[in-house]
């Protein structure tokens, strides 16, 4: 559990000061049950750890450097695999490299990915049932290009393996693009 402790303690701080999209949530609380899901799916500690710190090089002032030194290649490497690359691009461009990458990444990238989405998914629910429609205006990209991302992600995360974790995240994505608000 020490190198889960540390990566919250380092998520927490890279963290500090931002919240989820739209809310008042801090942002902590996605890294911590990113982990808490990977826990529940009996991911290797590492994997867990790698899970936490997902959004650090993405998100944060935290380099891939700053991890390979306090955490080591292994996770520094899972993190990297689920960082988009250039914030630069365009959203479209930036979704296509991932559903691209995630066809033919590690088992253990695509469960992270998977239980990144996983939350993702089912924060976006939760909000929906207070909000209905008006949720989709928190994002960069409204109602059907999330819609098209999700599935197309589902996809990917499939195409070399099945996998508990992946039918969780189907079930919540057609929950979520079935509902009518």
Same mark, same amino acid.
């Given at each position: 559990m020490h190198l889960i402790n540390k990566a919250l303690e380092t998520a927490s701080r890279a963290h *500090?000061? *931002? =919240?989820?999209k739209g809310t008042d949530i801090p942002y902590i609380a996605h890294p911590a049950a990113v982990g808490m899901? %990977? %826990?529940?799916? !009996?991911? #290797?500690e590492e994997v867990v750890a790698a899970g936490i710190l997902h959004d650090t090089v993405e998100d944060t002032d935290v380099t891939l450097e700053d991890l390979r030194r306090d955490f080591g290649t292994e996770i520094a490497y899972m993190v990297e695999g689920c960082s988009e690359p250039d914030k630069s691009l365009s959203?479209?461009?930036r979704k296509l490299h991932t559903i691209e990458f995630l066809m033919t990444a590690s088992e253990e990238i695509k469960a992270i990915a998977c239980a990144?989405? %996983?939350h993702n998914i089912?924060?976006? %629910?939760?909000d929906y049932a207070k909000e209905g429609d008006a949720v989709w205006e928190r994002f960069n990209r409204g109602r059907e290009q999330q819609e098209w991302y =999700? #599935?197309? &992600?589902m996809k990917s995360l !499939?195409?070399?393996v099945d996998f508990p974790l992946l039918k969780k995240l189907e079930k919540e994505?057609?929950? &979520?693009f079935s509902a009518k608000a």
């Open positions: *500090q000061s *931002q =919240y989820r899901i %990977l %826990l529940e799916e !009996g991911c #290797r959203w479209e461009e990144d989405k %996983l089912r924060s976006i %629910l939760e =999700y #599935r197309s &992600l !499939g195409s070399t994505v057609h929950k &979520l």
